[in-house]
């Protein structure tokens, strides 16, 4: 039986993974980190009476619906989470995502350092404004009876497995490798690392306001954490009111960074710590150190937010928050970018190890007859004697440079692009390098013992065909995928079941979905020139180098130089001319393998002082070609 992956929902009920965020900076960093948009956000719509507005799509395995609150706080979040109910009802996780603020160590017998930009996930809820007052003291109600009760089972389960040193691994490695990725979209450069000099912890005791006495009659009565400040104060920087640096608390985890030339902001960034704990949910944010300090003790409590509590009850919940202030009275807003984009990346990294249950998964029995079937209706151009016929052409030793230019080891390491393009005048050897790099790289990914998970595919255009090469290449591509993997996906079977032409659009989602089945694919592509539709074909290569579902591919594409190709290509590709000395050298390695093995060149015309002219003056006259 084949694996079938999952097509688009077929309707709201199909989501089961919500998110739920209340600030801008938070839902932004979300939506950064979507694989894939459902096109439309009104395509599933919304129960009568919802007044949520929603983003729907897909990250990583998972269908997920974002729900924007209209505000912040408790009971926004409440409504917000019930509407969402209503609409979405087979919802099995709620993830609020965003910013809190941290105590600064955890609560364990070895306390560990908390610091701006590390990420907090809940293992329960304290709804913190919800008790009984008393003369000198207010009495929590956090019973299971009276306040929000433990997550459920599956929840608690998985918090364990995360607790683990292998899956704590993943996810540490998972949270920095998105955060990395978000940080150099375009749009998201407000959303940088501020500083460790930024990352100040200041003595609870030490509030922020005017010091002098002269300066304030309010503050220069303020004795006590809960004592009043002045307006002017509490809308001052710590800079602005010469808060003490001697007041300030040494953080071991921040002193390399603010050392030397690395005390500048930083990029990359150091990887934020993900801490597991209980979280305060209150309706207001908590700006004094004392009260920080008095719940962190007595409760264990290592965050501090408004909007969990809210979504509790509706929702089997989890709370994933990015740490922007020590919840004091020195708070201020220049970390939320950032650690809303970590707490972003963790809740991404938090998905990828979270299971879909058999429901969410469906097969189809397909025997293997039907399998190829399947396989050999998609493709409608086979370019397997165009890779044949360039093979045979390819002189032993010749090409082997490209192996060793920085420009190779740049793309095989995924850096910033992971397009290479190789380019050259008419005849200069681009096809038969192509099929050299082909087999070259097909033959490590056979060496790589990854079962199968890294592989090659190619396609070679050619102006024979007199055709647009856009839907052959993506049919052909979709199809020998799908026979490496054996799995044929919902959407890869629709392809040719429903008895209509696929859209573009149909083509592109069907190999998102194959992709699915592989840790990495190298995709080449040859004579881009070659096609009736250049521009289409193009638009097309530049999608999949550049959108998020399409990150497992690497591209290897060749072409001439020609302008529009480069216009669109180049800005998004490593580049690899044919024009430089080493190409000159396999035309030497060429001619003299010609000159020994063709007969010809043993008549008695061919002076060993000819054949050595032509040896030495063809490569430079050559220009390439």
Known sequence: MAEVLRPAPRDRNDFRIAIICALKTEFDAVEGLFDHFWEGDQKYGKADGDPNAYSTGRIGEHDVVLAFMPGMGNLNSANTSAALRSSFGGIRLGLVVGVCAGAPYTPEKDPKEIILGDVIISTGVVQTDFGREYSDQIIIKDTLEDSLGRPNVEIRSFLRKLSGIRAGKQLREGTYSYLLGLLKQEGYEAYGYPGAKEDTLYKSEYRHKHHAPIQCDVCSKCENDWDPVCTTSQNSTCAELHCDSQMLIDRQ??????????????????????????????????????????????KNIIGFEMEGAGVWDNLP???????????????????????????AACMKAFLAQWTLADRDRSEVPLSNLEKRDVYDRIQLTNPSSLHNTASVLYEKGTGEWVFRTPEWDSWLSKSDKRCLWVHGVPGSGKTVLMSHIINHVEHSCNQTTNNGRTCLVYYYCYFGRNQNEVAPMLRWVISQLSRKADIISARVHALVNTGIEPKLSDLLDAL?????????????????????????LLNILYALATENRFQKLQLLVASREYHDIERVIKPVCISVSLSNDFVAEDIRVYLESAIQNDRHFSHPRWTSDLLQLIIDLLPRKANGM
């Open 253 to 298: 985890r921040l002193q390399q960074l603010r050392t030397g030339n690395r005390s500048d902001k930083l990029y990359p960034p150091p990887g934020p710590n993900v801490h597991m704990g209980r979280i305060s949910s209150a309706g207001q944010t908590k700006k004094t150190a004392a009260g920080r300090d008095k719940l962190a003790k007595e």
């Open 317 to 343: 919940t989890v709370v994933i928050k990015g740490v922007c202030d020590y919840g004091d009275s020195h708070k201020n807003k220049n970390w939320q970018n950032y650690a809303a984009a970590a707490a």
């Open 512 to 536: 998102e979905d194959t992709l699915r089945a592989f840790d990495k694919v190298y995709l080449a592509v040859d004579a881009l020139d070659e096609t009736t539709h250049i521009m289409d």
